[in-house]
């Protein structure tokens, strides 16, 4: 049996708004890096590679002890 074609099932192929931003943010945002320490953009001439553990701490130059800042954030937000 063949049911008659419905808006829902019309609003089922097309992307709806929500569904174009969720997308736009699942394939834009990760590509958009942002400062591990104050959260705000980066931009490709000004970043710094922080060290999550400090070097005074131990902290290694390992991949998994970098993080992306900015510069600024690197030589001032330390505690
Ligand atoms: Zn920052």
């Given at each position: 049996?063949?049911?008659?074609?419905?808006?829902?099932?019309?609003?089922?192929?097309?992307?709806?708004?929500?569904?174009?931003?969720?997308?736009?943010?699942?394939?834009?945002?990760?590509?958009?890096?942002?400062?591990?320490?104050?959260?705000?953009?980066?931009?490709?001439?000004?970043?710094?590679?922080?060290?999550?553990?400090r070097?005074?701490?131990?902290?290694?130059?390992?991949?998994?002890?970098?993080?992306?800042?900015?510069?600024y954030?690197n030589?001032?937000?330390?505690?």
């Open positions: 049996m063949k049911t008659r074609a419905n808006t829902s099932e019309i609003q089922g192929k097309n992307f709806s708004r929500e569904t174009k931003a969720a997308a736009f943010i699942r394939d834009a945002l990760p590509k958009v890096q942002r400062c591990k320490i104050c959260g705000g953009y980066l931009h490709n001439h000004s970043i710094s590679i922080d060290h999550k553990t070097k005074a701490d131990g902290g290694l130059g390992s991949l998994d002890n970098a993080q992306l800042t900015h510069p954030c030589t001032t937000f330390k505690n």
